[in-house]
C-alpha cells in the first residue's frame, strides 16, 4: 500500500497523528460522526504529506468516562479528557485499525477549506 492507492486523508493534528500509525490510538474522537469506511491516509496537519493509512472501521458516540478510560487511546489522551480539553459536547470515536507507515510521506494538494477530509482524487499533487 502506498499514499497513491489512497482516493482520501484524514487530516490529524500531531502527536495524535503519529500515536495512530504508531499503533497506539485506536480511535479518533472527532465531534460527529463518519460514514467513511475502508483504507484512508493519515496526513499530519499543516505538512501536506500524508504519512500513512489507517482502516475506518465506524463511528460510536461515547461519553467522558469512555474517553477516560478506554484502552483504544494512549493514556497521554486519558489526562487530557480528565482536565476537562474536550471541545465537543457529542464526542464521537472513529474506529481506527491496521495502521500502515510509510517509508517514505507522500505529497498532496491541500485544497482551501479542507478540515477534515481530502479527497484524494480531485486534489493531486
Known amino acids: 500500500m502506498t499514499g497513491t492507492d489512497l482516493t482520501r486523508c484524514l487530516l490529524v493534528?500531531?502527536?495524535h497523528a503519529t500515536s495512530i500509525l504508531k499503533g497506539e490510538k485506536f480511535w479518533e474522537i472527532r465531534g460527529s460522526g463518519t460514514n467513511v469506511?475502508?483504507?484512508v491516509g493519515i496526513a499530519k496537519s499543516g505538512t501536506g504529506?500524508?504519512?500513512g493509512s489507517v482502516?475506518?472501521?465506524g463511528s460510536v458516540p461515547v461519553t467522558i468516562d469512555d474517553l477516560t478510560t478506554s484502552p483504544n487511546l494512549p493514556h497521554s489522551e486519558h489526562e487530557m479528557f480528565r482536565q476537562g480539553r474536550m471541545k465537543y459536547t457529542r464526542p464521537h470515536a472513529w474506529i481506527l485499525k491496521d495502521a500502515?507507515?510509510?517509508d517514505e510521506p507522500v505529497l498532496f494538494?491541500?485544497?482551501q477549506g479542507?478540515?477534515?477530509?481530502?479527497?484524494?482524487t480531485k486534489a493531486a499533487a
Open 13 to 15: 493534528r500531531d502527536p
Open 37 to 39: 469506511r475502508g483504507r
Open 49 to 51: 504529506l500524508i504519512f
Open 55 to 57: 482502516e475506518v472501521l
Open 100 to 102: 500502515i507507515l510509510f
Open 109 to 111: 494538494v491541500h485544497p
Open 114 to 120: 479542507a478540515v477534515i477530509w481530502v479527497d484524494l
